[in-house]
């Protein structure tokens, strides 16, 4: 499965964006989906997940609260609507795919990635 992720961009503390992450092939619904990102001299870490279904979700602690997953299986696409962002959300978002059963969290679960998009929260 081929993923593009978009809708990054540069967005006052406080605001809000919505990124998207639309995949290609018929089997969109075979796979959990999550996000995770990446600031500079940092490790990639997990943000968020959804399970094949779209009934289930998990979040990291660092943005519970504030972001939303969700999926639309017949768009094949996943979104990350985030709210009240603050400067330390500022990073290179990736969407990613597992097989994996359940609600994987792990970098290494994950199957398939997309090629990020920047999210930049001033203050």
């Known amino acids: 499965v081929q993923l593009q992720a978009s809708g990054g961009g540069l967005v006052q503390a406080g605001g809000s964006l919505r990124l998207s992450c639309a995949a290609s092939?018929?089997?969109?619904?075979?796979?959990?989906m999550g996000w995770f990102r990446q600031a500079p001299g940092k490790e990639r870490e997990f943000v968020a997940a959804?399970?094949?279904?779209?009934?289930?979700?998990y979040y990291a602690d660092s943005v519970k609260g504030r972001f939303t997953i969700s999926r639309d299986n017949a768009k094949n696409t996943v979104y990350l609507q985030m709210n009240n962002l603050k400067p330390e959300d500022t990073a290179v978002y990736y969407c990613?795919?597992?097989?994996?059963?359940?609600?994987?969290?792990?970098?290494?679960?994950?199957?398939?990635w997309g090629q990020g998009t920047q999210v930049t929260v001033f203050q």
């Open positions: 092939g018929r089997t969109f619904s075979s796979y959990a």
């Open positions: 959804i399970n094949k279904s779209g009934d289930n979700t």
């Open positions: 990613a795919a597992a097989i994996a059963r359940g609600i994987p969290t792990i970098n290494g679960a994950y199957d398939y």
